[in-house]
């Protein structure tokens, strides 16, 4: 019937929505600005921060030493934890 319009559910609404607001997102600066956060796991300022927290006493080599260490400590428990989510989630074999 002309004049007639679709009916969508919330949910439709909702990723049609969300879906018209990341077309028009800039992905670029979107990725630089989370980037730049200094709580980004990728880089060393939040390491270097924890690192002189825990140790104030480190001189600048051993907070880099120090900071380089959390991160790659975080990141190995990240992946085992992943990896224990994966396993759980497909069930026993």
């Known amino acids: ?3 007639r319009r679709a009916r969508y559910s919330r949910a439709e609404v909702g ?3 969300i879906a018209a ?3 028009t997102e800039d992905w670029r600066e979107m990725t630089v600005q989370a980037s730049a956060s200094p709580r980004n796991p990728a880089g060393l ?3 270097r921060a924890q690192a002189r927290a825990e140790n104030p006493a ?3 080599e051993q907070v880099e030493r120090q900071a380089e260490r959390l991160r790659s ?3 190995r428990e990240l992946g085992k934890r992943s990896g224990e989510a994966r ?3 497909n069930g026993p074999r």
């Open 87 to 89: 396993r759980s989630a």
């Open 58 to 60: 480190l001189d600048d």
């Open 15 to 17: 990723r049609i929505a």
């Open 45 to 47: 300022d939040r390491w």
């Open 1 to 3: 019937m002309p004049g």
């Open 73 to 75: 400590d975080y990141y």
């Open 21 to 23: 607001r990341l077309a």
